[in-house]
């Protein structure tokens, strides 16, 4: 998958899961703040990625997913 159809991906997954316009997600947009994340919707988030795009997220990398540029990063790079 290209990281063209990652970003057209997730923030259209994003856009409908979390209620946000879709405008609303830039590169450089924090996660949490913009899609107004609890730590249960984290759970959700992750959930999805995984189960979307293969793509298994530890809890130990969360801290290092800040922006949505870094989540599109990590999948790019954690692809199978």
Do not use: W
């Amino acid at each position: 998958m290209t990281r063209e159809e990652i970003i057209k991906k997730i923030n259209s997954a994003m856009a409908d899961e979390f209620e946000v316009e879709e405008s609303d997600i830039t590169p450089d947009a924090n996660i949490k703040e913009t899609l107004e994340l609890d730590s249960l919707n984290l759970v959700d988030l992750v959930a999805m990625v995984q189960q979307e795009f293969k793509v298994q997220i530890p809890i130990a990398d969360l801290p290092k997913i800040q922006t949505f540029k870094n989540l599109y990063d990590y999948i790019e790079s954690h692809q199978g």
